[in-house]
């Protein structure tokens, strides 16, 4: 790991969302239509097209047992829930995810702990996920801050939005991150030579400044699912090389069908699937932690399910979580496969600027991120305004703070490097709360709250909490091993 990308994780990112432009797009129509006071986030309208439940003091008196059937005004079918939860968690997070693998091992055999890994954390994701879905039915709450003020409190909901908006600025980060590096390759696929800080400042004045100084975005959601065609075509580019052999090591007998960059050359040693013993491995599991992030959507995806009672809901959460699950272990594998211990901190970096198939690639995520960034960046910027409490809302104040956002967030990208430990970064400190430790804390509390808890729930409880305190072990020692990355030099 190189020393500025494990900086990083000294800062904390996003999402990468897994970085994705669904969640941002709901978290940015959440904060349009919700207003913010000190220890106190009003509920939102979280969709314009189904109804939302909204429960009074009697309902909130009275909450239902688990099992029970709590029928909303939802009209989304099962299908179409699975279709919009894939594309929310699968987003260019995971292209950082072979790199988690180069963190522990550089044998071959390191990939099978990781899968190993990919499935462990997709569970534990997924049912975090399902624990808001489920608090949302027990207390009526509209949203992940709305459910946190009805189980926890209300005067400490403001823990959410400081942790959602600084998710955000994070995802942020590492788009311009990825943009920068994907811009240089693909000038220098078009034959220009082209420097990363010179395709930062471009991308960013060019195309991302005008961007974020649109008032209405609507029209760029659509976007968001070039992100989603990307990555599976990505899984499909990186399949076709792995298994054509056109990346080899120099000793190879066989010449390489492309030539990269020495640092970029397949390297492979003797760090097998037992490396994963390596307290290094952690940073695999922190950047999961970030690849799986779709949490701020819970409440939304279960409000809109037609007939959303717990069951049909789990089976959208665990559907979803299960195909995510193995487009995370695809190319994370394929990617550690071709490169071992080399593995760039964002793997299309692995790839040579003459390879067509993978300029694609970049072509796709690039898009979707130009597209991406202001939708994010938007809901970065609000969400700072209403925790600050300025109220000033005009064209002068927001254009004013967009620059100076955008130009500090440029100079971190400019800094920074390696996506990878942004990733790990993330997952360690704001990813494991927003994942494992709030949903189990909201659970708790809404069960605490019910006149008559079952056994079973109570039960429950007990096992949520203590995947909270899993995620916190995760969190302290990955990120431990990120610090420690830094001051010996990666």
Not at 7 to 31: A, D, M, P, R
Not at 199 to 221: R, V, Y
Not at 322 to 351: D, E, K, R, W
Request: glycine share 10%.
């Amino acid at each position: 790991m190189k020393v500025s990308l494990a900086l990083l994780l000294l800062f904390q990112s996003v999402g990468v969302e897994s970085f994705s432009t669904s969640s941002i797009v709901s978290t940015l129509h959440q904060k349009r239509t919700s207003q913010f006071s000190p220890g106190k986030i009003s509920p939102s309208t979280t969709s314009t097209t189904s109804n939302t439940r909204l429960y009074d003091a009697a309902a909130a008196s009275a909450l239902p047992e688990e099992g029970e059937s709590s029928v909303g005004g939802g009209t989304a079918t099962i299908p179409n829930e699975i279709f919009n939860l894939v594309k929310g968690i699968v987003g260019s997070g995971v292209l950082g995810l072979p790199a988690g693998i180069a963190a522990y091992g550089n044998a071959p055999s390191a990939v099978l702990p990781a899968i190993a890994l990919i499935a462990l954390i997709g569970f534990f994701s997924a049912y975090g996920f399902s624990l808001i879905g489920r608090v949302c039915s027990y207390t009526g709450g509209t949203s992940y801050p709305d459910a946190w003020s009805k189980s926890v409190s209300k005067d400490t909901s403001w823990i959410i939005a400081v942790s959602t908006t600084m998710k955000t600025f994070c995802a942020v980060l590492t788009y311009s991150m990825i943009l920068a590096d994907t811009g240089k390759a693909l000038a220098e696929t078009g034959g220009y030579a082209l420097s990363r800080t010179t395709s930062l400042l471009g991308i960013t004045s060019l195309f991302i400044l005008p961007l974020c100084w649109l008032k209405n975005l609507s029209s760029l959601a659509p976007f968001s699912l070039i992100g989603t065609i990307g990555m599976l075509y990505t899984a499909v580019a990186m399949g076709i090389r792995y298994f054509g052999k056109a990346y080899i090591a120099p000793s190879a007998a066989v010449a390489a069908k492309f030539v990269v960059d020495t640092q970029f050359q397949p390297a492979f040693g003797a760090n097998g699937a037992a490396s994963v013993l390596n307290p290094s491995s952690f940073i695999l599991i922190c950047m999961l932690s970030t690849a799986y992030m779709a949490h701020f959507n819970a409440a939304k995806f279960f409000i809109e399910l037609k007939d959303n009672t717990i069951e049909r809901f789990n089976t959208v959460v665990s559907t979803s979580f299960g195909i995510s699950v193995a487009i995370f272990a695809a190319i994370a594998s394929m990617g550690f496969l071709t490169f071992g211990g080399a593995t760039s901190g964002l793997i299309l970096n692995n790839y040579s600027t003459k390879d067509v198939l993978m300029s694609v690639s970049r072509i796709a995520v690039a898009v979707s991120l130009v597209f991406s960034y202001p939708l994010a960046f938007q809901g970065a910027r609000d969400g700072m305004l209403d925790l600050l409490q300025i109220k000033d809302r005009s064209n002068t104040t927001l254009n004013t703070l967009t620059v100076a956002l955008l130009a500090a967030v440029t100079a971190v990208a400019y800094k920074l490097r390696d996506v990878s430990l942004v990733l790990a970064f993330a997952g360690a400190t704001l990813g494991n709360a927003l994942i494992y430790v709030f949903p189990a804390l909201m659970f708790r509390g809404s069960v605490l709250k019910m006149k008559d808890a079952s056994k079973s729930l109570k039960r429950e409880v007990k096992f949520a909490m203590g995947s909270a305190g899993l995620g916190i072990g995760f969190g302290i020692i990955g990120l431990r091993m990120a610090i420690k990355s830094v001051l010996m030099g990666g």
